[in-house]
Structure formats: structure tokens, C-alpha cells
């Protein structure tokens, strides 16, 4: 039996050659997020975004919700994948980052179909769920502080809609979930999530071993 491929960046090279569809709008939010702080590090690798906007696609989702957007890029390639009329909610808790994405939105000519909460996710998921409802969104991506993986999770949750599909990222967390010395809050969350999707018997899951650990989730009928 064929094991798991060890990504060289030779290999790395050949697949973003192959594979990766890539624009100038869409490169051009990377080079800006890649400038900032920790910016490489937190945003959305290429070969991420586009499989986003794939799953958005094949799902039909026509609503989004989005937990942490950062400066926006997954936004950008979700929005993009939407139908017309189609819409996503995207939630952080400042507006200085967000900021830097609207005018790569207003380039793409999706604003419109872009709502950006400001404020903690906790609180927005309760305030989501008292406008809209259960069941309100056909797909969830996570992508957040990780100590609160386990909260997002069980509050967005309830937004899905039976049968719709949940996107944790970095769910392997730059692999410090299997190194038992790893006893941050942060890595804490992510392995607390983990072990609840496992044990969760509303979804099926399958945790793939792309970027940082992508999982998808999705919730039983």
C-alpha cells in the first residue's frame, strides 16, 4: 500500500505548477498579507484558497460563514466561488486587518455579496443565530484563535444546515498536536476539537494533510 508523500519543495513547486490557478488579485492580497507581522505565517496558502472555492462550488453553497478573516484572502476566494446572489458572513475581531481585503473585494466586484461582523466570534455565532436562525448556512470555515476552536465549533454548528459541510484549518497546528510537550492553549484547543470531531457522531470527517491540516465535517441529515 502507497504511503503518504513526503512534500519536498521540489515537489511543492510541481504541484502549485500543475495544479494552481493563480491571479493577479489573488497574488497581489498574498504579497500584502505576507508584508505584515506574522502575516506568511497566519494567511491562507494558495493551494487553501482555491480548494475553498472549489468546495464552495461543488457543495452549491449560496451561504458562507466565515470565522476569522484576517485580510480577507479565503474570504476572496469564497466570495469569488458564490452563485449570484449568494452571500457570506465573515467575522473577526477588528476591523485593521479586514481593511486590507475590502478593496481586493471591490476589485472582484463581490463586496456585495460580503458582510463583515466585528467582535467576538462567541457573541456574533449567538447574535447569527438569533437573527437568522438554525440551520442558516450551507458551508462553515474556521479559521481563528485556536483556544476557542471547541466554542466556534459548537456555535457555528447549529448554523449549519443538515447535510452542509464544516472547513476547520490548522488542524495539525505546524505538527504540534502530536508532540506531548505541546501544552499551550492554542495547540490545547485544537487538540480538544479533534477529539470531539472524532467522537462526534452528527458528522462525518476527514482531516486531510494539506497546508496546515485542513478538516472537513459534514453534518449528517
Do not use: H
Not at 500500500?1 to 492580497?29: H, K
Not at 462525518?204 to 472537513?216: F, K, N, P
Request: charged share 25%.
Amino acid at each position: 500500500m502507497a504511503q503518504q508523500v513526503t512534500p519536498t519543495q521540489e515537489l511543492l513547486d510541481y504541484i502549485r505548477g500543475t495544479s494552481l490557478r493563480d491571479d493577479e488579485l489573488l497574488a497581489g492580497l498574498r504579497a500584502e498579507t505576507a508584508a505584515l507581522p506574522a502575516g506568511e505565517a497566519m494567511q491562507v496558502m494558495a493551494e487553501e484558497g482555491q480548494l475553498l472555492a472549489l468546495l464552495v462550488a461543488l457543495t452549491g453553497a449560496r451561504s458562507i460563514l466565515e470565522i476569522g478573516t484576517f485580510t480577507g484572502y479565503s474570504t476572496l476566494c469564497m466570495a469569488r466561488a458564490l452563485p449570484p446572489g449568494g452571500e457570506l458572513v465573515t467575522c473577526d475581531l477588528t476591523e485593521r486587518w479586514p481593511a486590507i481585503g475590502a478593496g481586493y473585494w471591490e476589485q472582484a466586484e463581490v463586496a456585495d455579496r460580503i458582510e463583515l461582523r466585528i467582535g467576538d466570534a462567541v457573541e456574533t455565532l449567538a447574535k447569527l443565530t438569533a437573527e437568522r436562525g438554525p440551520e442558516s448556512f450551507d458551508l462553515v470555515f474556521i479559521d481563528a484563535d485556536k483556544a476557542n476552536y471547541p466554542r466556534y465549533y459548537e456555535g457555528s454548528f447549529a448554523l449549519l444546515r443538515p447535510g452542509g459541510l464544516l472547513v476547520v484549518d490548522n488542524t495539525l497546528f505546524f505538527g504540534r498536536v502530536a508532540d506531548p510537550a505541546a501544552q499551550d492553549p492554542d495547540t490545547e484547543g485544537v487538540r480538544e476539537l479533534n477529539a470531539a470531531l472524532y467522537a462526534d457522531e452528527r458528522v462525518d470527517i476527514s482531516l486531510l494533510t494539506v497546508a496546515d491540516g485542513i478538516t472537513l465535517v459534514r453534518k449528517r441529515s
